[in-house]
T-cell receptor, first 111, second 112 residues
Framework: QQQVKQSPQSLIVQKGGISIINCAYE??????FPWYQQFPGKGPALLIA?????SEKKEGRFTISFNKSAKQFSLHIMDSQPGDSATYFC??????????FGKGTRLSVIA | DGGITQSPKYLFRKEGQNVTLSCEQN?????MYWYRQDPGQGLRLIYY???????QKGDIAEGYSVSREKKESFPLTVTSAQKNPTAFYLC???????????FGPGTRLTVL
């Protein structure tokens, strides 16, 4: 119930392409869904987040798509750049409980 | 500068020794967390604290201990009871539990 399943585990995308990372959850009480970006040897940093009252949120090249009925949400990175190469984590939480993280996706953007 | 600091960045210890990892924040956040990161395992919650003098076990608390005597500090002790302590340890804080978590730079612990 508390798991967040993330896929794929790793992803290779050509420069300029679209990177898509997917997450699925079971607990319908989750009400906050952030994505974190982590570069090697660094701590994760919040990239973008969404709440279930909207189906999409866009910030620059990064978009979260949220499908409440399917209990899925995804991160789309448009015009992917080598500087986007990092590990991405999705997460979910209910009020007054800690974040539950997916296992991460290692993205490599190649020129 | 506001933020979370973790020290040291790299730590080496002999098997059987306890070791304490430091985490300090000057963001005036109430909640603080410790995570362990292993390759392919994502972030696993060790302990978290919502307020001073109170903390709760996370998913993998066995072999670890914490204290929260001050709002800005949340040290983690890795005890000799932790069977496989070599990992990357991350500290985080947030205003409340469901707010954005801000992570420190991490401490890489290697037990020889």
């Amino acid at each position: 119930q508390q798991q967040v399943k993330q896929s794929p585990q790793s992803l290779i995308v050509q420069k300029g392409g679209i990177s898509i990372i997917n997450c699925a959850y079971e607990n319908t009480a989750f009400d906050y869904f952030p994505w974190y970006q982590q570069f090697p040897g660094k701590g994760p940093a919040l990239l973008i987040a969404i709440r279930p009252d909207v189906s999409e949120k866009k910030e620059g090249r990064f978009t979260i798509s949220f499908n409440k009925s399917a209990k899925q949400f995804s991160l789309h990175i448009m015009d992917s750049q080598p500087g986007d190469s990092a590990t991405y984590f999705c997460a979910a939480t209910i009020i007054n409980t800690p974040l539950v993280f997916g296992k991460g996706t290692r993205l490599s953007v190649i020129a | 500068d506001g933020g979370i600091t973790q020290s040291p960045k790299y730590l080496f210890r002999k098997e059987g020794q306890n070791v304490t990892l430091s985490c300090e924040q000057n963001l005036n956040h109430d909640a603080m967390y410790w995570y362990r990161q292993d390759p392919g395992q994502g972030l696993r919650l060790i302990y978290y604290s919502q307020i001073v003098n109170d903390f709760q076990k996370g998913d993998i608390a066995e072999g670890y201990s914490v204290s929260r005597e001050k709002k800005e500090s949340f040290p983690l002790t890795v005890t000799s009871a932790q069977k496989n302590p070599t990992a990357f340890y991350l500290c985080a804080s947030s205003i409340g539990q469901t707010d954005t978590q801000y992570f420190g730079p991490g401490t890489r612990l290697t037990v020889l």
